[in-house]
């Protein structure tokens, strides 16, 4: 019996009809790379067993294989099995035991369901890199190997493999359409170029180029010509190719006693995917995960709401209109209940959705919901803001608020995102989404951007699109991390691409914001402004000195600015004119200043 030793290669084999190839490859392979080669066989269980190695085995059942590895002095060899429910635990278990850096699969049309979703299953998450082999009938491990060399990582990591173990019995082979007379020079370029970026020497390898305008065709034609053992192709470099070969072809290529092997590489995952299938899994143990009645039921209510309707429009129209009075009223309260009414919220989440699940039809969807509802917000707020100001109405405290957002906006806003969608995936909760329309307000920025560029008071109009805007971002990327959290994700052969560009973008942009955004705190908790500097101006020319500057509370419609001087007299009331001056000049809307006296005693 071989010794138990460290390895880099992990074999893992389930019944013995192809494990005598299976293992030839692999020493193949092993022998290669200097490594270590630990094979284990898989059988059907009740539980998660743990693995016996050496003395213990099935003597019978490994009797072939020991013979061929008995003769091997340049590599060390280990046998193992291990009975399973969980074929797929079982082998990332000793992955992280053996600290292999490869792979290999045994793969059978005939196999089990529960084994070919593990097979799937570790393609698909696995960090290392990965080859399923579909051996042959008359394939003994020996001979040449075909590399259609096309695109991807993974076809370059599979002829990077294949030119380690096999060398020049490696053909990478290149398919160039025939579209003129220096076809085949183009090919040898783009051939030479794969080479390079796979780290492969020109003369590691065979190098074959073929003219043609089917890669399919070309492949098989020279399978057909009998010299390989191995067909070996990336996961995704041609992806046709690959659903053809692991369809029906393979069938013919399998069969009689010149059949081949078939084998598919996937290069080893980045360290962001390993990152991230380790944050999925502290989410699973640490977060309440959906159940699938309750995603079901989430989708759909989210799609049905966040549909640009006639209901839709109304309801928009209608929170638009309260909001727009209540701002022009000065009522709080009034504002309040356009929040309520306000339906923006939905497709805001179905945006955050829609991003977790790479799902494209969604986000579109939601995306014209807000962009109509923002427009036909504006219309109505601005058409309020006019006919307000021909009615003598002008600025008022809840209109000024919303003219000045801070980073302490963008806090509520992405918080909302969390807590809506945490509430809207549990029905039981939904009673709490009213408080979070509150929180979050979206209709009222809007109607206070239309109102002030009725009213011609830009500045305001501005920071209230820059809230809006604001709100709009940090929801997305609330809910959106929520619903990661909750255990949504897409399918893993649909293109998420856009998804992955969108969060980048939002993310960018939340980041962008919160440096103007801040600087409102920061000044409002250092005291003031820029206005100080005037304000020091104007005392020194009595003697005196600033010794605080601060923003009150809005009074009726108007910034109070508290000015605190340090004198050992009453400030007289020129003064006061001259601060209150300097004050309207200095700022781009109404203030009133309201002087401190700080006696100091000489």
Avoid at 468 to 478: D, E, K, P, R, S
Wanted: a neutral charge; proline letters at 3%; charged letters at 20%.
């Amino acid at each position: 019996m071989v010794r138990l030793l460290g390895v880099n290669i992990l074999l893992v084999v389930r019944d013995e009809e192809t494990s005598s190839a299976l293992v030839q490859w692999s020493l193949r392979l092993t022998a290669a790379r200097a490594s270590k080669l630990w094979v284990l066989r898989v059988r059907e269980g009740s539980k998660v067993g743990e693995v016996v190695w050496g003395e213990a085995l099935e003597y019978a059942w490994w009797q072939g294989i020991e013979a061929l590895v008995a003769g091997q002095e340049d590599v060390e060899v280990v046998l193992g099995e291990v009975e399973t429910v969980n074929v797929t635990r079982s082998v990332k278990r000793q992955l992280a035991e053996t600290k292999a850096g490869l792979l290999v699969v045994q793969d059978r049309v005939s196999h089990p369901e529960y084994y070919r979703n593990a097979i799937e299953s570790l393609m698909d998450t696995v960090a290392c890199a990965v080859m399923i082999l579909r051996i042959g009938e008359g394939d003994s491990g020996k001979g040449d190997v075909l590399l259609p060399c096309a695109g991807g990582p993974n076809s370059r990591r599979g002829l990077k493999l294949a030119a380690d173990a096999f060398g020049q019995q490696t053909t990478a082979f290149f398919v160039q359409p025939d579209t003129d007379e220096v076809a085949a020079e183009v090919g040898e370029q783009r051939l030479g170029k794969f080479l390079k970026r796979s780290g492969v020497g020109s003369d590691s390898v065979t190098e074959k180029v073929v003219l043609g305008d089917s890669v399919y065709d070309a492949i098989r034609a020279e399978v057909e010509s009998g010299q390989y053992g191995m067909l070996l192709i990336g996961a995704s470099g041609i992806g046709s190719v690959r659903r053809k070969l692991f369809g029906t072809v393979p069938d013919k290529l399998l069969r009689g006693a010149e059949g081949m092997s078939v084998g598919v590489v996937r290069a080893e995952k980045p360290i962001g995917h390993r990152l991230r299938n380790g944050v999925e899994r502290l989410l699973q143990l640490t977060v309440p995960q959906l159940r699938r009645d309750e995603r079901v039921a989430l989708f759909a209510d989210i799609e049905d709401k966040s549909r640009w309707s006639f209901d839709f429009g109304s309801l928009m129209i209608l929170a638009t209109g309260i909001a727009a009075l209540g701002l022009l009223a000065d009522s709080g309260a009034v504002v309040i209940g356009a929040m309520l009414v306000a339906p923006l919220m939905t497709p805001l989440l179905g945006g955050g959705l829609a991003v977790v699940q790479g799902n494209w039809p969604l986000w579109r969807r939601c995306q014209k919901a807000v962009g109509f509802g923002f427009v036909a917000a504006l219309v109505i707020g601005y058409s309020f803001g006019w006919i307000g100001r021909l009615m003598g109405y002008g600025l008022t405290d809840e209109l000024i608020a919303r003219g000045a957002p801070s980073v302490l906006d963008l806090g509520v806003a992405f918080i909302s995102g969390v807590a809506a969608s945490y509430c809207l995936a549990r029905p039981k909760l939904s009673g709490a989404l009213a408080g979070v329309a509150i929180a979050a307000a979206l209709v009222p920025p809007i109607a206070t951007t239309g109102i002030c560029m009725a009213l011609e008071k830009w500045k305001i109009a501005q920071g209230a699109a820059v809230l809006f805007g604001t709100n709009v971002v940090a929801i997305v990327l609330g809910s959106s991390m929520n619903f990661f959290m909750a255990g949504i994700r897409g399918k893993a052969d649909q293109s998420s691409a856009w998804a992955k560009r969108v969060t980048i973008l939002f993310t960018l942009l939340l980041l962008g914001l919160m440096v103007p955004l801040s600087s409102v705190v920061v000044k409002q908790l250092a005291g003031g402004d820029d206005i100080t500097e005037v304000f020091d101006a104007v005392v020194a020319q009595d003697g005196l000195e600033v010794h605080s500057v601060k923003r009150m509370p809005f009074k009726d419609g108007v910034q109070v600015i508290e000015i605190t001087i340090n004198s050992s007299r009453p400030i007289e009331k020129e003064l006061m004119q001259l601060l209150q001056s300097a004050a309207n000049d200095a700022s781009a809307r109404p203030v009133k200043v309201r002087v401190v006296t700080r006696l100091v005693v000489e």
